[in-house]
C-alpha cells in the first residue's frame, strides 16, 4: 500500500528553522519523483519544491529559494525539507507527494499520491 507521512511541522517564530519529514512506503524513490507542497487558508495550493528520481535533482519555487533545501535517502525512503529563515507568509499545511517520474520532477503538478499534511505556522 502506498503512503506518505509528514511530520515535523510546528509553531516557529519568524527568523526560525524546522525540517520537515516524509516517510515514503509502498513505492522506490528510484523512480517516484517527491514534491512538497504548502496551502494556506483561503488561498490554493503552491508547489514549493521537488526532488528528482534520477539524480537528485532538486527545483524550488522562487517564493522558497534560498531558504528551503530538499534531501532524500533512498535507503531509508525519506525526504526532508529543510525551512530556514520563516517568515509569515510560510505558515500553510505543508503536504508531500509523490508522482512516477524516472527522470525530473517538474512541473509541479500531476503528483497523484499524497500525505495528509503537517501544519507549520510562523509567529511571534
Known amino acids: 500500500q502506498s503512503q506518505l507521512v509528514e511530520s515535523g511541522g510546528g509553531l516557529v517564530q519568524p527568523g526560525g528553522s524546522l525540517r520537515l519529514s516524509c516517510a515514503v512506503s509502498?513505492?522506490?524513490?528510484?523512480?517516484?519523483?517527491i514534491g512538497w507542497f504548502r496551502q494556506a487558508p483561503g488561498k490554493e495550493r503552491e508547489g514549493v519544491s521537488c526532488i528528482s528520481s534520477a539524480d537528485g535533482t532538486a527545483y524550488y519555487a522562487d517564493s522558497v529559494k534560498g531558504r528551503f533545501t530538499i534531501s532524500r535517502d533512498k535507503a531509508k525512503n525519506t525526504v526532508w525539507l529543510q525551512l530556514n529563515s520563516l517568515k509569515p507568509e510560510d505558515t500553510a499545511v505543508y503536504y508531500c507527494a509523490a508522482a512516477w517520474r524516472p527522470v525530473d520532477c517538474v512541473p509541479l503538478h500531476g503528483y497523484n499520491y499524497w500525505g495528509r499534511g503537517t501544519q507549520v505556522t510562523v509567529s511571534s
Open positions: 509502498g513505492f522506490t524513490l528510484d523512480y517516484y519523483a
